[in-house]
């Protein structure tokens, strides 16, 4: 009995029980909202590293997983369309279940835990390998197509930049107009000026007046 128990299940026996029929439902709606995909993916990652950093999840297990998270992100971005939808409801069904602590073999009991989840990972890699080696031969195509992109992304980088200057512009000319240095001068010369004015005049009409008294006014002002 012990020796049964232990016997851990294949890939078709995981992928054909209730509990994964039942996530590919509930896939479905991981697709159609984005943010919850986001999160299943980044959980999936993260358990992923763990498991594989501590040695228990087989190379070819992360492997698969990496190309799968791949795979997710670049249909549900519509990058890459050669792919069925049936296809990416059942890569998100297998994340699901890989994350989920209960399944056939619930993954809190120590190293049988992950040897479902590594089985249906293996099924989904051996079932589905055509669709696999297609998105690995579009991703080697993909650097030729994305080299570009930085040349177009630094054009419309530069003619923004270049358009900056004359949006900032105008805001400048309000800063100026408002700042007390920039209009401080005009009214220091005006009073200046007439400040001149007034004292030669006033002291051309007093001498011109009484040449005689200006002598005298001035004395008497000494202190």
Do not use: C
Request: glycine letters at 6%; zero cysteines; proline letters at 7%.
């Amino acid at each position: 009995m012990a020796q049964n128990q232990q016997t851990p299940p294949s890939g078709n026996d995981v992928a054909g029980s209730a509990i994964f029929k039942k996530f590919i439902g509930v896939a479905e709606g991981y697709i159609r909202q984005p943010t919850r995909l986001k999160s299943l993916l980044t959980d999936a990652y993260k358990k992923a590293s763990e498991k594989n950093d501590v040695g228990t999840l087989a190379h070819e297990a992360w492997e698969t997983l990496q190309t799968m998270f791949r795979l997710i992100k670049a249909s549900i971005s519509g990058e890459y369309t050669g792919v069925p939808t049936s296809t990416v409801a059942a890569a998100v069904a297998v994340l699901i279940y890989f994350i989920s602590p209960i399944d056939l073999i619930p993954d809190f009991i120590p190293v049988l835990g992950l040897l479902d989840d590594v089985a249906l990972v293996a099924w989904f890699s051996t079932t589905l390998k055509h669709e696999m080696d297609r998105f690995h031969e579009w991703e080697l195509t993909r650097p030729a197509e994305i080299s570009a992109e930085p040349a177009s992304a630094s054009a419309t980088s530069s003619s923004a930049s270049g358009l900056t200057p004359k949006a900032d512009a105008p805001m400048a000319q309000p800063s100026h107009s408002n700042d007390p240095a920039a209009t401080t001068p005009q009214p220091a010369e005006e009073s200046a000026k007439h400040a001149g004015t007034d004292s030669v005049a006033a002291n051309t009409t007093d001498s011109s007046r009484e040449p005689g008294t200006t002598a005298t006014d001035t004395g008497g002002n000494v202190r």
